[in-house]
């Protein structure tokens, strides 16, 4: 159904199933999932997304929960059904709770719901929102 | 510049004026901004969404800095303006220090990039992935 | 500040003009907006656009007051400042009153809510949906 | 496929529970749909949407059948399928023909059109469609 | 699936089935797409489509493949899975290489993560972008 | 009006400074854009974005050019007023002539508006555009 085949283990050249191996053992799964198999029919791309994707999520100032909260609001803005799939499980396996999943998500439509109100009427920002 | 008045406490009717007083005694601040006085034009709305809103920003199993670093992923992906600044400030008044902000910009950032990726490939979701 | 010069009547080529000429006899107005002077830029385009625009908001099934609710609701979707301000002013032209304002509003910003809560809980359709 | 079940009325609690039973009453149907259904794992927050959702859709300055057109126009323009097929669906119970959903289809997609054309040339406001 | 009937060339009418036989020859091909099949409920709709689409990808100034990329990059960024697929199609017919893709998915996925960074920060336009 | 000080050479830090330089040297111009020093508040995050830039942007299988034609698009789709701007110079920098860009903008508002056809129609996609 993806554009270009989802690449297994021994269709992947030797740069992209190196990069398999280095998820499957950071993340401690056998699993390997399809975002990863699509990308990986252009290996300098996959190993450079994967890269980047582990700096950015690392723990920092904000907690790895967090972060992909974070990133479960903006892919479910941006209408990405994979992403939304992928990065719900994955606040799940890092202990985001139903409570927290149902606060979430009544901020994602909140925001949403203001965020056209406020375009609708084309409110101009205020002097003391500014930098 | 927007497509109603930003009515002052003047010219907003009884019932907006009671909301407007509301925010002033909740966020202890003499200041009521622009989006609530360009809401007042339609009353029960503006009611009902300071009401909603509250609701939806009140502590709970996630707190309000995390619930309004949420709502700046949000406002950034649909691309409103009022709203990024709105909610940027916010956050920085509930407590985002430049390095959160400079991991929340990161992270919304990836995952447009992602986001779009994923899209472009439209890479199936992963069994394991659903409910 | 657009990235094409908006072209007076005597700045645009005849064909252009010719456009400018039609859109005041049309409208019954001295008036021809900026989107119109920007578009004159590329005349085969702005004939094209100007032809299409007519056909598709003359009346027919719709009123016109209500495909220009509708082209409103699109253009805050679609976060476009421009069209925003020129189809809220137009649809106020053909007669929108404040209540009716206010109830397009209501529908946009819960249509936007609920569409995020949708998206977020990748809620499959219902086959009676379907046709 | 949902990220959380869709809840018989079985497995829903008494309060989401009430709320199908508001929607098969006001709706005068057996069926309630899938989106109540993913909502119920969170009642008050079903609750929440279930109740809004009627005031912002009842008859007032504009009938329901072209708030329903509106909240089509919107469903569609931030891509959801869900929304789009049910308020698709909606709409046809509500009474839209053929000829209108033609039209409401050509608005659609001439304001996607011009939207477009707007950003990308950047136009600027014109000073008489501020309020 | 989709909101109206797939149209065979039995259920069209003349006019829909005249843009068929056109699509046909056009492409040189047996093949009439569900887009099209899908748009045949509105023939007129159809035939002005047809016929702008082929005036838009028409060689000129942009050679076709260029154009095809342009549609896949707008395709992505609006979320529409069925243009995704159809333009991605069309682009590998037109000689787009694996190597095009790769580079093509790439400055879409930058773009992205820089546009969601610019509005994040609400950068300001440098005078000298301005024409 | 941005959210972070846009930083001077004097402001901005050495790491920040030294991309700066890199920038002037590379572009050979004189001229360090408000984007760059509005990142320039994250040094690691301006590094690692220019540093992508460069290599997503450099000559490969397709031509700067048409790199540029693309981010334009993506920018466009995506409403960000400031990459419209800047990366619509760019173009224009790097040789896009009045004609290419007419042509540019009519895809973008074809692409958008088939788009907007085909997610409320909900197309299915064509077995044959599947990889």
């Known amino acids: 159904m993806s554009t270009l085949p989802l690449l ?3 269709a992947a050249d030797a740069e992209a199933r190196a990069v398999f191996d280095d998820i499957r053992e950071k993340r401690q799964t056998d699993y390997v999932n399809n975002f990863w198999r699509a990308l990986a029919n252009d290996p300098p791309q996959l190993a ?3 890269e980047r994707l582990q700096q950015v999520m690392a723990p920092g ?3 790895p929960l967090v972060k992909e909260l974070i ?7 941006n209408g990405c059904e994979y992403c939304t ?13 139903p409570e927290m999943y149902g606060e979430l ?4 439509g909140m925001a949403a719901q203001t965020n056209a109100l406020a375009t609708a009427l ?4 205020d002097e003391r929102f500014k930098a």
């Open 8 to 10: 297994s283990d021994e």
């Open 48 to 50: 450079q997304v994967w």
């Open 61 to 63: 100032a904000l907690d």
């Open 71 to 77: 990133y479960v609001a903006v892919s479910v803005t």
């Open 85 to 97: 799939h992928s990065h719900t499980a994955a606040a799940k396996a890092k202990g985001m709770t």
């Open 105 to 108: 998500l009544a901020v994602i």
């Open 122 to 125: 084309q409110v101009p920002t």
